[in-house]
């Protein structure tokens, strides 16, 4: 049975933090490490991209099931990103998943960038709608483009036998009519061959359990894999999440109060917030998780070897 409470994450979490009931809590030695997955944007300069492979390096040997590289609002990273799918396709023993996009690019356009991808060893697409190109606030499909990314899962369907990931949003995406259009469209995305999907991040542990409920009745039965941000700066995570429709606890709030100056304490803070919140899920039966990175990879280090990932001997 879920745990759907709307407290029992900061519950939980506050009881961990200042215990004394440990006997509360899932068993972490009792567990097998989860699944996990990491998210990698594109470098746009040399001293960038030298932090990209850092990154890489320090998170390769904990073997994720796979890792993803973003695309730029409108395309714009476009190039980058086949360079660095490419390279972790020929270079490492990783799994490389390539973002893809409806936005700005022609059905013909958006189809030769996925026949490069499978000719060069990338098998995997998180296909999405895309944003708008920066000063643009509405989405306005291609005339001759794929309008939506149910279109686009279609089409690469057509193309070769990818694994298709999609998004998924706990919380509802800001642009939907309502909770059940938006869920609609996830359906939808399915139908059209996607094979998974990644959730947008979220804090409240319940929002995404009552999700997960409610994509079962809608007789979705592909993996809603969670995404997980850690938090390595409060203020503006919480900018961006008023953004995105992701909301942010009080009770989280005041976990990170005055540390806006203490970075390792704010870190700290950080890691247990996470590896509580993958514990909370597993513990109701989620066994594989999306870390968004930023590029940083100390944190989610960390965070994974809270949750019992190690290196390969």
């Known amino acids: 049975m879920h745990d759907t409470s709307s407290t029992g994450a900061a519950g939980t979490l506050q009881r961990w933090l200042t215990g004394p009931r440990f006997d509360a809590l899932p068993n972490l030695t009792e567990m097998a490490p989860p699944a996990l997955s990491f998210e990698f944007f ?3 300069t040399e001293k960038l991209e030298v932090q990209l492979w850092d990154c890489i390096g320090r998170l390769a040997p904990l073997q994720p099931r796979f890792v993803s590289v973003t695309y730029g609002a409108g395309g714009t990273t476009q190039a980058r990103t086949h360079a660095t799918v490419a390279r972790l396709a020929k270079e490492t023993p990783l799994v490389p998943a390539a973002h893809l996009t409806c936005v700005g690019a022609t059905r013909g356009e958006v189809d030769d960038v996925a026949r490069a991808y499978w000719d060069a060893g990338v098998k995997h697409i998180v296909a999405l709608r895309g944003d708008p190109p920066a000063g ?6 291609h005339p001759g483009g794929y309008a ?6 279609d089409g690469l369907r057509r193309i070769a036998p990818f694994e298709i990931s999609v998004g998924a949003y706990p919380e509802t995406h800001p642009t939907a009519l309502s909770a059940a259009a938006d869920l609609d469209n996830l359906k939808r ?3 059209a061959g996607a094979t998974r999907a990644i959730t947008q991040y979220f804090f409240d542990t319940a929002t995404y359990l009552r999700f ?9 039965t592909v993996p809603i894999v969670p995404g997980i941000m850690p938090v390595s700066n409060f203020t503006q995570m919480a900018k961006f999440s008023a953004m995105c429709g992701a909301s942010v606890p ?7 109060e005055g540390l806006e100056e203490d970075v390792e304490t704010r870190r700290m803070v950080a890691a247990v917030v996470a590896a509580e919140q993958v514990r909370l899920l597993q513990a109701n039966g989620v066994d594989e998780f999306h870390f968004y990175t930023l590029n940083r990879p100390d944190l989610v280090y960390a965070i994974a070897h809270l949750l019992g990932a190690r290196p390969a001997a």
Do not use: N, Q
């Open 189 to 191: 995305k399915i139908d």
């Open 250 to 256: 009080g009770w989280m709030a005041r976990l990170f």
């Open 148 to 153: 939506y990314a149910a279109d686009l899962v």
């Open 212 to 220: 997960l409920e409610r994509c079962h009745a809608a007789g979705i």
């Open 136 to 141: 643009v606030s509405t989405y306005t499909p």
């Open 42 to 44: 594109p470098p746009k």
